[in-house]
């Protein structure tokens, strides 16, 4: 039987995902918020009832269930260095042409403004009396959400150093 034909792309890195990678960060940060508040909500409110007995059982599900939760802090973190070095790998292995530096210029400049505009909600949501419990349950996600565009612009400018000042290979 024939195979049917599959374009095959070479896609060893694509810098157009970072806005992708910005959102997503930024949605994982809020979701991390919004469940730890609502986790910590049913979990007092468990407390206080007699519909959830106060066994052992129940006992050691909940502190699972918040050592689960207080785990994201690290992920987040994890997420954020490991979509950055991922970004300036992609650099590395983009063989481009230096025409394309102010396009991305342009794309890296979109980023970091769209960056700063969901920065700055996810900062408002985090520092609202609601979630002063969970800012201070995720004290690493803060610290990168308070600094998220000078994080960002640094992870921008070494990906353009790396972009544009390797070395040129005879073609």
Known sequence: MKKPYVKKMNRRGVLSDF???????IVLA???????????????GLAKTNIFANTPESQESLAYGQTVTNG??????????LFGTMLVISAFLIDTH??????????FVIVLIVGAMLANITDDIKDSAAFS??????????YIIDNFVLLLMLVLILSVIVFYAKAR???
Not at 33 to 43: D, G, K, Q, S, V
Not at 98 to 107: D, G, I, Q, R, W
Not at 133 to 141: D, F, I
Request: glycine content about 2%.
């Open 19 to 25: 806005p992708f990678i910005v959102v997503f960060l």
């Open 98 to 107: 230096p025409v394309f530096f102010f396009l991305s210029m342009f794309l």
């Open 72 to 81: 994201w802090d690290f992920l987040f973190v994890m997420g954020f260095f």
């Open 133 to 142: 419990n969970t800012t201070a349950t995720y004290p690493m996600t803060s």
């Open 169 to 171: 290979s005879a073609r």
């Open 30 to 44: 809020i979701s991390m918020f919004l469940f730890h508040r609502a986790y910590t909500e049913m979990n007092d």
